[in-house]
Structure formats: C-alpha cells, structure tokens
C-alpha cells in the first residue's frame, strides 16, 4: 500500500481469485461490477458481476420436494468482455498460458481498478497488458475500460474482442446451486455507426428493462476493424492492429447502462445510446471521475495512521461505493452484501443499524434516502401485522422490491447437504432498527420535518406492533413478547418444541421498550395540530398512548445466575464442550452447521452466533442502558453488566462478522485491554475472509461501515443530541490517534482530533454558529475558526 490509499494484490492465485473480485469491485451506488477478469468467463477462478441497486427479481424453484421462491438481485449483462491474442492464436488469459508477472492494484483515492500482466503463449509470444477501469463516480451510468498491449520481442498482427454478454445467471453463490438463477430474457442485441454495441433484455417476472451500450475504439499501427456484430446474447466487436516495437495499442471501451427504474428518460436503450455517444474518452472521464471521488473523500474524511488506517479506508471506499451521494435519488435500502455478490440473495436485513449512524454525520441526505426505502414499505409492514392480528408495522427480516417478506423458507446446511426449515423470519426487533435509525439521523441531522412527518409514522406504527404483541402474564405480573428470534439466530425454537419462537428475548423486549418510550416523547414533542393529524390519519386511539406507557415500564427482562438472559430459558440449556468441539473442529464460527451434520441441533445448548444481550451495550451508551433497565424495574450496575458481559463471551462461536464489531465496541468501556481482539476481528473479516470463503460471495457492509463508526462513536463516545455533541472519549492504545470531519446538523467540516491524549475538536471559520460541546461532562462552546483541546484522563 501507497500511504494506504492503493490496495495490491501481487500474483495470480485462482484459490483466491473471487476474494479479490468482491474486494476489488467498483460502484457508485447506482451499480457496481465485481473486479473480475475482463478476458475470463464466468466459471472456475473467475464471476464476473455487476448489479444495479434495487433491481430485483423473483423466480420460483423446487427444492426438497417444494416450490419455493426466491427475490434476487440481479446479475445483469457483464460488459467486461474484453480480451487480445496473435493472430491465430490462442487468446491470452493466465488460466491459459504461463504467468510471468500478475499485480491488480485499487487505487482507493481514484476509485480505479488497474491490472497488469505479462503472460507467455505456448509459442513463446509474450504480451505484457495494462487494464485501467473505473465504473463512474460523477455520472451514475458510465463505466470504462482502457486496455494497453506491448508485445515483447515479437511482431504481428493483434487480434482484438470487445463487447457485451447478456447470457449471465445468478450463479456466484455455491449453496444457491439448486436454485433457478436465470433472471434474463428477451434478448436484443444491435450496432449503431461503426463502434457502438447495444444490448437489451428485461428481467423475468418484475419487467425491468435493462440496456448497455458499449462504444469501442481501438488507436495504433494498421488498425482494421468491423462494426459491432450481434450473436447469441450478446454483441461483439472484432479488429486487428499490428503490435511490435515500442508502440502500443490501446483498445478504449466506454459503457453506458440504463434500466427502466430510471427517471427522466423515454426508454433505456435510447438513453444508453446517447449517453454513451456525448461522452468524454477514457482519460476525460478518468478525470471527471477522479474528480467526483476527491469531494466525496472530503466529505466522508477519516484519517487513521498505518494499517489499521489502510483497512479502514478499504472498507469506506467500499461503504461509498454501495451507498454514494447518487443513493439519494433511488428508492434503495441496505444491501447487507453491498453490490458485491449474491450471498443473501442482495437482500435488506438490518446492516443499516450499523451503517446509518456513520452516514449520519457524513451524508445526511442519503441517510434520508435510505430510511424512506422503509417509509415507501411502510404500508407493507402494516399489512403484515394485520396479516398476524396485530396493530401497527411488522418490518420483514429481509426485504427487496416491495417490503414483503423474503427470508426463505428452507435454506442448505453445506455440511451436512440438508436443506432445513429457516424460522429467521421471526426476528421482528428489525422494526426497533427502523424507528432507532429514524431517531438517530433527526438528533444528527436536526431535520425535524423528516421526525414530525415519515419518521414520526413508521416510529409510531412500530410501538404499536409492540403495544400489541405484548401479552400480560399474570405470574410474573409482567407484560411479554412471546415467539420471536433474537439477533443471535441460532435459536429459533426450544430443545423438543413443536413451534418456532423464543420467549422474553432480552434484546428485543428493551428495544422495544425503548421504541415505546421514543414514540410518548415524540407524541409529547409534536405539536398539536400535527399530533392530532397523525393520529387521526394512523387511526391511533386516545388510549393507546398510556398502553404505551405501561408496556415501556412493565416488559419482562428475564434474569438467571446473576446476569441477564438472553431469552426466557436460556440459562436451562446444556452447556456445550467448547474446548472439545475446538479441538475437532478447529473453526467452529457456524457452530450450528457443525451441530446439526452431527444430527446435533445448537437450539440445546447455550452457545450463541454472535452478540444478543450485548447487542445493547452496542446501542446505548452505559448511561441510557441504565435508566432504560430501570424504567423496566431493574437496577444495571456495573457489576452486573460486567457478570453479563463475560457470560455471553464465553458462549459466542463469533458466527457473524458483526460479532468481533459489537465485542470490540461494548469491551472498549468495560474492559479495554481485551478488546482489540475483536476490533481487529472485525476489521480483517472481509480483507482476511476470516469466515471462510464467504467474502467471495459479496463484502460484510455492515461490519465494514461499523468499524468506520467505531473510531467515530465508539472510541469517542460521541452522541449527537439537540443541545450539543456529546464525547466520552475510551481511546484503545491500538487506535489511540486518528481524525475525522463530520456534519452536525447544519456545521459542516467539524473536526475531530484524538492524539497523545488529548481530543480536539475545532469549527471551521465559515460563518456558522457556535456549537456546544460536552466531554466527560464538562460544558465547551466551540465558535467558528477556533478549536478546544482537552486533556483526557488517564
């Protein structure tokens, strides 16, 4: 790495070829191609993939004897190909011929992807190639490809192939194989003038359209050359130049892609066609890019020095490429696998409760963007409750193009090869995510419009499928929620039960709760004409507020030896052999797979996937955790926290990239020494693919974008309020320097600081108010073009 801004991946390794794709994708947020070889297929080492945001669709296969269906996003035509060989010969790949050199460099300030190689024929003949492309940070639906080939010690004719592939499936994913995957058809394909390819083809059941246009020039000695030509699912264009000497021939191919979700054009393929014809060559759009690319690194700066810095920066750049500036015009959401890959099938799950409040402070407006995906299926989510009886939004597990609920109904154990029922649909706290996302972005954008109006009715509907689900027991004179999934997902039933669900899943009821009370102080904060409006609208009773109030106060919280149980029964389960399944297995991170190819099920022991209980220590700073316990009837003590806190980490199998973020985050107040193990967990996950094999299929986002936050909340404490920005700072002596800018509210370019002990903050000179900051409880008013520095303890 270059000052971390260059990532570099020397040599040609098949075995970790798809790793390097998903790490190696290019996006602006509109879509992304992964970065596979551009002269390979897809097959074997290579999957080339480029996905649009938010273009789904649905295909039904039978699986285990069952119809199933599932919503994808899709693999849309690749417009890589691009590939050169002598003439006559074979074409030149390093699947096909001997590998003299191989280096793929991602330049993360310019958002370029290069890759060199000298390759060696069977005759001999040596081509040394240089690929620079980018897909288009400043306009959404161009990309690029400028190819440079030198032949060393040889001369003659080169033979060139560019162009389109439409005959692609969704196939990237090995446990999917069963699955139908091909989502295209109606395939055309045609030429305008002499360099630019088309192809067109519409999604299967949503009739989304979907166009490329390709324009491909060739410079050189003796270039000869035919228009594009249409074949099969795609189009192609073939030349010739003579290569030798010193002179090189470039081949420039520039892409435009348009889908029918598109606004503000008459057909995708007419807009295609004209887009790609009015733009600059390769080097003007290179500069337009990298242009684009220096204000968003600006907007977004995190500085971090050595390679922690390096690692943080790779996932930024992927966290902007999934969710840039041009996110704020489509109707998209969280795709937990960015645009990388088909793991999760590009589903929505919850990663945005991990990448929001970084987005808050640093693009605001596409934090907006993002919770209006959910406002847009808000009504979706109310008919799914009422579907079950109940009031309110019922948010899904996994969503896609319309809110419905798209968590399969079976998924494969690879282990064992046995396709199981999948009860994760039942982890409704994904509708605290909503209204705590809501919150959030209104403390750090101060946009009151947004709380009082789309925030305020999918945070209310919200507590009312709390208020409703919450069943009064008599026994424990407490209300409960019964039948739900935790965050651990592990378990999704009782040992012998014959329904799906646990009881009294700690995390889900204090976040419900939590919502609860959020919903009384919004009620109480609106004004009036606005509140009974709302109300009239939502069809909210006058009585549903102090129901409200009484759930909030009166949920259960199960308790057992000392420390909070992460559901009703927890404490019951057998304990597993921890140190024995180590010892067989080595990597037990899907303890659940290992389990259940035993004829074992994980739902017997207390061995959980990742952080539950914990997950609230992730949420809310210590001093909000406390009181919301004790708006509950409970007293949360550091000692109890602390008795919890060890408890669930030596039962956590760490079967979720976000695990090492919410142990690292929650070990970083309570216990610091021990909490870098899981931050630099966290921050390897994808770089490393520590999950084995997983990364290949798409990047971790959430997990990318939480530890970006990590440094920016968790290390420092902060929490944006209405009044100020609170900071109390924990520094790691791992990540004990390190500077940020952020937005709060409307101060842009506020500057964080954290170095040798003491934490600056400063306010640029720009005409702004003052901003009242607190740290460690001590009051600061910061004015424009001056700064504070305070002395942090020891």
């Not at 890959?341 to 409760?353: I, K, N, T």
């Not at 847009?376 to 597990?397: H, I």
């Not at 419900?512 to 609106?526: D, H, P, S, T, Y």
Request: proline share 5%; aromatic share 8%; net charge negative.
């Amino acid at each position: 790495m270059e000052d971390g801004w260059a990532w570099r991946y020397a040599g040609y390794d098949p075995e970790r070829e798809q790793l390097r794709e998903a790490l190696c994708t290019l996006g602006n947020g509109y879509f992304a191609t992964r970065g596979a070889a551009a002269e390979s297929p897809a097959g074997g080492a290579h999957y080339p993939g480029t996905y649009a945001a938010g273009c789904y669709n649905r295909l039904t296969s039978k699986v285990a004897a069952r119809e199933v269906d599932n919503e994808d996003m899709v693999n849309l035509p690749n417009w890589l190909p691009l590939r050169v060989r002598p003439a006559g010969g074979s074409w030149f790949g390093p699947d096909g011929c001997e590998v003299l050199d191989h280096e793929v460099v991602l330049d993360l300030r310019r958002g370029t992807l290069e890759r060199r190689m000298r390759l060696r024929d069977g005759a001999g003949r040596i081509l040394a190639t240089t690929e620079t492309r980018l897909v288009h940070m400043g306009d959404p639906h161009l990309a690029a490809q400028r190819l440079q080939v030198t032949a060393e010690g040889w001369s003659g004719d080169l033979e060139i192939e560019a162009g389109l592939d439409g005959d692609v499936t969704n196939s990237g994913v090995a446990r999917y194989g069963d699955l139908d995957g091909r989502h295209l058809t109606g395939h055309r394909a045609g030429a305008r003038g002499q360099d630019t390819g088309w192809l067109s083809c519409r999604t299967s059941s949503s009739n989304i359209e979907v166009a490329l246009a390709a324009r491909i020039r060739v410079t050189g000695t003796d270039v000869r050359g035919q228009p594009p030509v249409p074949g099969g699912r795609g189009v192609l264009r073939r030349l010739t130049a003579a290569v030798g000497g010193t002179r090189p021939v470039v081949v420039e191919k520039v892409v435009a892609l348009h889908t029918s979700r598109d606004p503000a054009i008459h057909d995708p393929l007419n807009a295609a066609l004209e887009r790609v014809a009015r733009a600059a060559d390769v080097a003007g759009l290179l500069t337009e890019h990298a242009t684009a690319w220096e204000g968003l690194w600006e907007r977004a700066r995190i500085q971090v020095p050595n390679s922690v810095g390096a690692v943080l920066r790779l996932h930024l750049f992927h966290v902007l490429q999934t969710l840039s500036p041009h996110t704020s015009d489509l109707d998209v959401g969280v795709p937990a696998r960015g645009l990388h890959g088909e793991a999760y099938r590009g589903h929505v799950f919850w990663d945005e409760l991990f990448v929001l409040p970084f987005l808050n402070l640093h693009l605001p407006e596409v934090s907006r963007a993002l919770l209006m995906y959910r406002h847009r299926r808000l009504e979706a989510a109310c008919r799914a409750a009422r579907a079950e009886g109940r009031q309110g939004a019922m948010y899904p597990w996994q969503s896609g193009s319309d809110g419905h609920e798209e968590t399969q109904r079976l998924h494969l154990n690879p282990r064992s090869g046995r396709w199981l029922p999948d009860h994760t649909h039942l982890q409704h706290h994904v509708g605290s995510a909503v209204a705590y996302n809501v919150w959030q972005y209104c403390l750090a954008s101060g946009d009151t419009a947004f709380l009082h109006g789309e925030g305020a009715e999918m945070l209310l509907q919200v507590a009312r499928f709390w208020a409703g689900s919450a069943v009064w027991d008599t026994e424990y004179e407490r209300y409960r929620i019964r039948s739900v999934v935790g965050p651990d997902e592990y378990h999704t039933a009782y040992p012998g039960a014959d329904r799906p669900g646990l009881d009294d899943n700690a995390y889900t009821n204090v976040t419900a709760a939590w919502v609860l009370a959020r919903a009384l102080e919004l009620a109480e904060a609106m004004p009036a004409p606005r509140r009974a409006e709302l109300f009239e609208r939502l069809g909210i009773g006058p009585d549903e507020p102090e129901r409200w109030e009484d759930v909030s106060r009166r949920l259960r919280v199960p308790f057992h030896a000392g420390v909070i149980s992460q559901f009703d029964g927890f404490g019951e389960l057998d304990e597993l052999d921890w140190d024995g399944y180590r010892e067989r297995y080595g990597d037990i991170r899907r303890l659940d797979r290992i389990l259940e190819a035993e004829g074992d099920s994980v739902n017997r022991y207390q061995a959980s996937k990742q952080a539950d209980v914990l997950m609230l220590g992730y949420l809310f700073p210590p001093a909000e955790l406390a009181a919301l316990l004790a708006r509950l009837g409970h007293t949360l003590d550091d000692e109890l926290w602390a008795r919890t806190v060890t408890h669930y980490l030596a039962r956590t199998s760490h079967g979720s990239t976000l695990s090492g973020l919410v142990h690292g985050w929650v070990l970083a107040r309570l216990r610091r020494e021990s909490a870098w193990e899981h931050v630099r967990e966290a921050l390897l996950g994808d770089v490393a693919d520590l999950q084995g094999g997983t990364t290949g299929e798409g990047i971790h986002l959430g997990a990318m974008a939480g530890t970006l936050d990590l440094v920016q909340r968790g290390l420092t404490g902060l929490q944006p309020q209405g009044d100020c920005l609170r900071l109390d700072p924990v520094p790691l002596p791992q990540l004990s320097r390190f500077s940020l800018s952020l937005r709060y509210r409307a101060h842009w370019g506020v500057d964080l600081a954290l170095h040798g002990g003491r934490l600056r903050v400063g306010v640029p000179d720009s005409g702004q108010d003052p901003i009242a900051v607190a740290v460690d409880g001590r009051a600061y008013e910061v004015a424009p073009g001056r700064e504070v520095t305070v002395e942090l303890p020891r």
